[in-house]
């Protein structure tokens, strides 16, 4: 079973910035795996933020943060991470790492989830 584990949230002030990871803690990760990055704000449903390959590369970005976030592939600490800039009140939300088979941006279809971290963005 494929355990992962979020950290690097807090709370921050608009226009800063805040850079997430995600670590497999147990079990293994299979080459093909499509790992994503998913928010859930207060009240709505849970959305897709970012996706890539596990192997690295293919990414997808939401429209809501295209062009201020950045997943990648850390391949030297094993984990997947997101760099997020330029933050806005609308980013407030629990951040949720997850691994799927599909590559798809449906969080239904993701089987593995963290516990998620929460980021808050002070106007």
């Known amino acids: 079973q494929v355990q992962l584990e979020e950290s690097g949230g807090g709370s921050v002030q608009t226009g800063d910035s805040l850079r997430l990871s995600c670590a497999y803690t147990?079990?293994?990760?299979?080459?093909?795996?499509?790992m994503g990055w998913f928010r859930q704000a207060p009240g709505k449903e849970r959305e897709f933020v970012a996706l890539?390959?596990?192997?690295?590369?293919?990414?997808i970005y939401a429209d809501s943060v295209k062009g201020r976030f950045t997943i990648s592939r850390e391949f030297g600490k094993g984990t997947v991470d997101l760099q997020m800039n330029s933050l806005r009140p609308e980013d407030t939300a629990v951040y949720y790492c997850?691994?799927?088979?599909?590559?798809?941006?449906?969080?239904?279809?993701?089987?593995?989830w963290g516990q998620g971290t929460q980021v808050t963005v002070a106007s």
């Open positions: 997850a691994r799927g088979a599909e590559y798809t941006t449906n969080y239904r279809t993701y089987v593995n």
């Open positions: 147990s079990g293994r990760i299979y080459s093909s795996s499509i």
């Open positions: 890539i390959r596990w192997r690295g590369g293919s990414e």
